[in-house]
């Protein structure tokens, strides 16, 4: 006799079908799950096993083995107690067994018969239905997200007693319904904050409106206190909502670490993440054991991941965002395989000028060596500052500084210089200035607006890689003028862009 | 005797009964050295089959063919080998089977009859 159920692998993101068998033979009473699960899986013969019988459910006294195919891929966690209790119940004749193999199951089982909810259930459903499997079981709890992937018929459900009733068994007990929510770590998304709170700084607004415009990542460097970490607060508010696709990986990526409320649907907004420099590389890029888990760098996938102090960071772990930057994801390679993380973020760094942090400050007396204050922003390795496109000096506040523009203002002139950008790059695959291939430049830009750069080329005081990422900026500069092509003092302004504290 | 021990002993008759009725030869029943006992011995075909009865009234304490666990079955296998020392007939195969027996409070016995478990 044998009962089939099938459930859903996570590495990564990806998502794989597996089709969990179970066996009943007449010999001495056994369980045992083979099919490479881990530790983890092997604990979800005990909760099997409670929940069945609290479920008012009879638990065969037979030799029952439960194979999870394919048995080469490495199988974690939890969320396959519910196919492993289906297919046990199906083989057992407790429930019916064709309709138990009609859908996928994903849930944890609690020793009363309750479905818990789990983490990533939106790729997991994705998965599913990207299978060709629509029809999925998941928690009451998780129904509502995953009901968010388009196509899938989703059936919530509080017990296992009340699964074992939808599949044919009418003496199922219903248990009482899980208290646990899926436990949400981390507020994601900050609380709207209005462009509006920031007093004067008109010179890093600018540059913060710019820099939303293209894409660019920006570097500020200033003295504690000038509004650094509140222009770059203030960011995502400025970008314009996620695109579908980058809205189902960031929602999936945050599903993953289980840091998303469902009940407002798809991540929409691009989110904000502000790692700490204590923060370990693992937390940073993504890691763990067995399976690497997302860091932060994909949670803030299609937002802002923001350094703040940004040389206090390791150079080892500054030196691991190279690979997202270039690519957009990240590849984590651990002992049972590799997970990909989509982790295209825009980066805004934040730095004191130096340690003491009042260098260069009217009124100020910095208390550090000149060698020590060269070194501190020296850490920031040059294949680092290579990708940052606009670098500007933050200013403490003077009295009497007057209150800028409102976000919806500025956010308004942002979407429409996207816009632009997103229409003239059309048939090229990019989407912001940001991306934009030198030779495009070079060829795109109109020849006086090019000769004021070569100019500065000229007189040595910018490189032509740096002319490069000056170009791109004249190009958001223009659009969020509203004209189609940069003007020579469009493109002074964006090499100007260049000329913080390091050039 | 206690009244496990005549629980015990209803079913192995029982089980006995049917062996027999089934057409296998009973050769010994509650054969006892000092490893300790062998509920019966019988031969099935031409094998030698050392049979363990388990008998319980309730499911309260898991089912009968629970209570043989691996700690037992490797004792069954020293007693089977202790009994083909005791005496001289040899045979084409040795096997153990387990037969759970279940006492409900009325009706019929319930008998399960689990093959070659170790």
């Not at chain 1, 200013?395 to 800028?404: D, L, S, Y």
């Not at chain 2, 700690?71 to 153990?96: C, G, M, N, P, T």
Request: glycine share 8%; hydrophobic share 45%; proline share 6%.
């Amino acid at each position: 006799m044998i009962g089939r159920s099938r459930a859903i692998a996570l590495a990564g993101l990806a998502g794989h079908v597996v089709d969990v068998e179970a066996h009943l033979a007449a010999a001495l009473p056994a369980f045992t799950i083979v099919g490479l699960p881990d530790a983890s899986l092997q604990e979800s013969r005990d909760r099997v096993r409670a929940a069945t019988s609290s479920s008012g459910l009879d638990w065969p006294t037979r030799r029952i083995t439960v194979n999870l195919s394919p048995a080469s891929l490495p199988k974690s966690g939890s969320a396959t107690d519910l196919a492993i209790a289906v297919a046990v119940l199906a083989a057992a004749t407790q429930v019916d067994s064709r309709a138990a193999a009609r859908s996928v199951y994903i849930g944890e089982l609690g020793l009363d018969g309750a479905v818990r909810p789990v983490r990533g259930v939106l790729p997991a459903v994705a998965a599913a239905v990207a299978a060709g499997l629509p029809n999925v079981v998941v928690s009451s709890a998780n129904a509502a997200e995953a009901a968010l992937v388009q196509g899938a018929r989703v059936t919530g459900v509080a017990s296992l007693g009340e699964l074992a009733r939808l599949l044919g068994n009418e003496h199922a007990l219903l248990a009482p319904p899980p208290k646990a929510n899926v436990v949400h770590t981390t507020a994601t998304l900050p609380a709207q904050l209005d462009l509006a709170d920031v007093r004067g700084q008109e010179e890093a607004r600018r540059a913060l409106e710019i820099a939303a415009a293209g894409g660019h990542h920006l570097f500020m460097v200033g003295a504690p206190g000038a509004g650094k970490t509140m222009l770059a607060a203030r960011l995502p508010s400025l970008l314009p909502p996620l695109d579908n696709a980058d809205a189902v990986a960031a929602t999936s990526i945050h599903s993953l670490c289980g840091s998303f409320d469902p009940s407002e649907g798809l991540l929409s907004r691009p989110p904000f993440e502000a790692p700490h420099h204590s923060a370990s590389a693992a937390a940073i890029v993504g890691g763990g054991s067995a399976i690497a888990r997302p860091g932060a760098i994909s949670r803030a996938h299609g937002g802002v991941l923001f350094l703040d102090e940004a040389p206090e960071f390791p150079a080892r772990i500054l030196d691991t965002l190279r690979q997202p930057l270039e690519s957009g994801e990240i590849v984590l390679h651990r002992a049972y395989g590799a997970a990909r993380y989509p982790s295209r973020f825009q980066l805004v760094l934040a730095a004191n000028p130096c340690p003491c942090g009042n260098r260069g400050v009217r009124g100020k007396a910095c208390s550090c060596s000149p060698i020590v204050a060269r070194r501190y922003l020296a850490r920031l390795s040059g294949p680092l500052l290579d990708r940052i496109d606009i670098r500007i000096d933050v200013a403490p506040v003077r009295r009497g500084a007057t209150e800028g523009e409102a976000t919806v203002v500025v956010a308004e002139r942002v979407a429409r210089a996207r816009a632009a950008a997103r229409e003239r790059f059309s048939g090229l695959g990019w989407s912001a200035n940001a991306q934009a291939s030198s030779r495009w430049l070079r060829a795109s830009t109109p020849s006086t607006s090019l000769a004021a750069g070569q100019a500065a080329l000229d007189r040595g005081s910018v490189s032509a890689r740096g002319l490069d990422r000056a170009l791109r900026v004249a190009w958001s500069i223009s659009d969020l003028a509203g004209i189609p092509a940069p003007t020579a003092t469009h493109v002074l302004e964006a090499l100007s862009l260049r000329n913080g504290s390091l050039t | 005797m206690a009244a496990k021990d005549e629980v015990g002993r209803h079913g192995e008759n029982i089980v006995a009964r049917r062996l027999e009725e089934h057409g296998w030869e009973v050769l010994a029943r509650n054969w006892r050295c000092e490893l300790g006992e062998l509920d019966i011995v019988a031969v099935d075909g031409g094998e030698l089959v050392a049979v363990e009865v388990k008998t319980r009234r309730t499911a309260t304490f898991g089912s009968p063919q629970e209570a043989v666990t691996g700690e037992k079955l490797s004792r069954l296998r020293k007693l089977v080998a202790a009994w083909l020392a005791s005496q001289d007939r040899r045979f084409a195969a040795i096997r153990i089977d387990v037969v759970a027996v279940t006492l409900p409070r009325a009706g019929a016995a319930v008998v399960e009859h689990l093959r070659a478990v170790g």
